[in-house]
């Protein structure tokens, strides 16, 4: 009796121990856990229980050390969770991973994959697509129920707990020997059976050894937790061999694995071969096309699948919606190898289909009637062809026009011109009745114009409401088609000039209104331009048009004489003899009252506007006077006009035109004030244009020296020095400087270069404010020694020629 009580304290122990390191963070008592004693996988599940509670080691500890765990083990805890965080990736991932499944569905099983790769050589063969799509691989759902009529077998592990008065849970595995070990209980052979007649046999083991398990004070739960693996082999597919794959995996699975049927394998009768025998013939077709998986059932260890070559293919082209390649069994129809095509598209002539058939020794074409598609057996290499509908119609007819629905209606025989219009809602008001058309097509398909007075067919006259034919297209006018597009021209004077559309009854009035009124330099004086209309040419007449003049009220839109206006009317509103609002420029520099001024006549010269600007300072440089234009764009415009007969490639009248309108802008007119003021006629005296500015720079005595020179500078004048003294002032021109094309511009604008004649070479005079440019010298490219080996050899070749010619 002692040894009794002794076995049944040390299994409460070990079961209770075994509990605590599963769930030790819900146990009351933690005094009794030896960290040391605890295996990699109960630290594992410690781990996954803080994660599924969301907690750290950090959160838990308060909570384990007031349930009697020491500091001591809760340290040598904290660093086997850490050191197994830091571990390895891989195996952490695929650890949490089972631990998770296992945590979620009760079961775990050994991840099997194979690569899958897009079969384009087998493509239109019908279910390939079945084979090569990762995403579609049928493997086994481990959250489902296990099946009751599950056999087991070495490498499943059974989970077996007993809750209750007394409690156990323990995870058992089946060993090679088919056979389970529970602690106290003892060896259960289970192998080969299923897992319904298993669990009897292992409760009523338990229940021979825990008596409250055989009173019912406790209870036994057996559950399937890690599933085995089984062997088979694929003999016919893309990738035949042998697979280990899971115990609860089925035929389809497996033929995923392999890739599905080779390039001549069958997809109608595949063999599931057990214990050396055909267990069952595949048909791949029912589930691709009815969804139906009855075929799909569970595989077993050693079991071969072998995929034999097809018997008989077909090829089904044209408007079906899955054209491809088909595979037939004897008994099937054409209407079977629809239904595998998913029946026509919406384009498919279905009255018949072509079909090309193969004999002993040529090709040979047949016609499959619509009546005939359930009893055509399809022969394998046919070639079934599904055409289009033909692009016409049976019943159709058109009307278009002035109607108030032109369309397409349908025919029916005695349809008459009065039926179709009232269909299209009867004629609009501007339908011109006195004649409509009907294009018609023939019997040979060409076609032929019938006329209809459309007045007379309405009034049931059947003479010309004739009867109407398939195809027809009646046309039905607009008294707006004949109308003549008229316009007319009003220009001057007015805010909108430009050409307008002409109504009846127009006016001037309206006219003038429509283009926004007369603007405020219109005069009273109106000419009209009048087309002329006669059926005899007068050679006495020399007139193209009428012309019409009058006078009008030039400060009011509405004219008392309200003139009507004709189609093609070209009106002119005149301007005013004068009429110019004023203009003005600027004058700017050294003049007593700066400013712009208004040209008060047609001839304002240079010196009537500086008079009124009060005169020039006593700063001023009277050399120093010049007048700014600016360049109009009718001047740019003539020079781009102006041919300079240049190649194709040439920029120089592009580059031209660029310097004006960005550059230059304005034009510079020098200025001889002391000149004007002995005589008013002096052609310095220029009459001024409205935006001239005329500039009197103040007076300056100091020489500036800039281009290609050591130094830029501005040196003091000197009276008597010369061209040569300010230039050396600056140091002399640089490297690249030009010197003898050197050039003075003078406080007017006006420029001088410098002059050479044989050695001798004239500097131009230097005043005071002026400014003295250096260019620079242009590229010159020299002459290689191959070149002036060449100038020698002629040369040469030319003296022996003289010396010879004079012996």
Avoid: C
């Avoid at 050409?499 to 209104?513: G, K, M, P, Q, S």
Wanted: hydrophobic residues 35%; aromatic residues 8%; proline residues 3%.
């Amino acid at each position: 009796m002692k040894k009794i009580r002794y076995v049944l304290t040390l299994i409460f122990i070990i079961v209770s121990f075994s509990i605590n390191a599963q769930n030790i963070f819900k146990s009351k008592d933690l005094s009794t856990i030896n960290v040391d004693n605890l295996s990699q996988d109960d630290i594992v599940k410690i781990d996954a229980q803080l994660k599924s509670n969301n907690m750290t080691v950090d959160q838990a500890e308060p909570m384990a050390i007031s349930k009697g765990m020491s500091q001591n083990d809760f340290n040598k805890l904290r660093t086997r969770l850490n050191n197994l965080s830091n571990g390895s990736i891989n195996n952490a991932n695929n650890t949490n991973q089972e631990v998770e499944n296992k945590n979620k569905f009760g079961r775990n099983q050994e991840k099997i994959s194979n690569n899958k790769v897009k079969d384009s050589l087998n493509s239109l063969i019908f279910g390939s697509e079945l084979f090569d799509n990762p995403t579609l691989n049928f493997e086994p759902d481990l959250k489902l129920a296990t099946p009751m009529n599950y056999i087991l077998g070495p490498g499943d592990e059974l989970q077996v707990s007993i809750y209750g008065v007394q409690e156990y849970n323990a995870s058992i595995a089946v060993n090679v020997e088919g056979k389970i070990t529970i602690q106290n209980v003892g060896q259960i052979a289970v192998s080969g059976m299923s897992i319904e007649a298993a669990t009897q046999k292992i409760k009523s083991a338990i229940a021979r050894v825990y008596s409250t398990v055989q009173s019912g004070q406790s209870q036994v739960s057996i559950s399937l937790g890690q599933i085995r693996t089984i062997k088979i082999t694929v003999v016919g597919g893309k990738q035949p061999g042998n697979y280990s794959i899971s115990s609860l995996a089925t035929v389809y699975n497996a033929l995923h694995l392999a890739g599905g049927p080779g390039k001549n394998g069958s997809y109608r009768n595949i063999e599931l071969i057990r214990n050396n025998k055909i267990y069952k013939n595949i048909d791949i077709y029912r589930f691709l096309v009815k969804g139906d998986q009855s075929d799909n059932i569970s595989l077993k260890e050693n079991d071969v699948i072998r995929i034999p070559a097809y018997s008989h293919r077909v090829i089904v082209e044209g408007e079906v919606k899955r054209p491809g390649i088909f595979e037939m069994k004897n008994n099937e129809t054409f209407s079977d190898l629809l239904n595998f095509a998913s029946g026509f598209n919406e384009f498919a002539y279905t009255a018949a289909v072509n079909v090309i058939q193969k004999t002993g020794k040529e090709f040979k074409v047949h016609d499959i009637n619509e009546n005939d598609f359930n009893t055509y057996m399809p022969q394998s290499g046919d070639v079934f062809r599904v055409t289009k509908i033909l692009n016409r119609f049976e019943n159709r007819i058109k009307i278009e026009g002035a109607v108030f629905r032109p369309d397409y209606y349908s025919f029916t025989e005695g349809m008459r011109i009065s039926d179709l219009i009232a269909r299209a809602e009867g004629l609009k008001e501007d339908a011109y009745t006195k004649r409509a058309r009907i294009i018609r097509l023939k019997p040979d398909l060409t076609t032929e114009i019938v006329n209809i007075d459309l007045s007379t067919a309405l009034t049931g006259n059947l003479d010309s409401d004739i009867e109407l034919k398939r195809e027809d297209i009646i046309t039905v006018y607009s008294v707006l088609d004949f109308k003549e597009d008229y316009k007319v021209t009003i220009d001057g004077e007015v805010k909108n000039p430009g050409v307008y559309d002409y109504f009846e009854n127009l006016t001037l009035n309206d006219l003038i209104v429509q283009v926004g009124g007369l603007t405020g330099s219109a005069s009273k004086r109106v000419e009209i331009a009048r087309m002329v209309k006669s059926d005899a040419i007068k050679d006495s007449d020399l007139n193209r048009i009428e012309l019409l003049q009058f006078e009008m009220t030039s400060d009011s839109n509405e004219q008392v004489n309200n003139f009507i206006i004709k189609p093609f009317d070209v009106i002119n509103i005149r301007r005013l003899a004068v009429y110019e609002k004023p203009q003005m420029v600027t004058v700017s520099g050294a003049v007593i009252y700066p400013g712009k001024y208004v040209l008060a006549n047609k001839k304002e010269t240079v010196y009537n506007i500086v008079t009124r600007a009060g005169g020039l300072t006593s700063v001023a440089n009277i050399e120093g006077m010049k007048i700014k234009r600016p360049i109009k764009q009718e001047q740019i415009d003539k020079i781009k006009s102006i041919d300079l007969n240049l190649s194709q490639n040439d920029t120089l009248s592009e580059k031209l035109t660029k310097k004006l309108e960005e550059d230059l802008k304005f034009s510079t007119i020098p200025v001889n004030w002391e000149k004007i003021v002995k005589d008013k006629n002096h052609f310095s005296n220029v009459t001024l244009f409205p935006g001239d500015e005329i500039i009197i720079s103040t007076y300056s005595e100091g020489v500036k020296v800039t281009g290609n020179v050591l130094l830029t500078s501005e040196i003091p004048y000197q009276r008597g020095k010369g061209f040569k003294y300010y230039i050396n002032a600056v140091g002399g021109v640089d490297s690249k400087g030009w010197k003898k094309k050197a050039y003075i511009i003078y406080p007017n604008g006006n420029a001088s270069v410098t002059k050479s004649f044989l050695f001798f070479r004239t500097y131009p005079k230097v005043t005071p404010d002026s400014q003295i440019v250096v260019p620079e010298k242009p590229e010159t490219k020299k002459m290689s020694t191959g070149e002036w080996v060449g100038i020698g050899s002629v040369l040469t070749s030319l003296a022996l020629l003289i010396v010879t010619a004079f012996k």
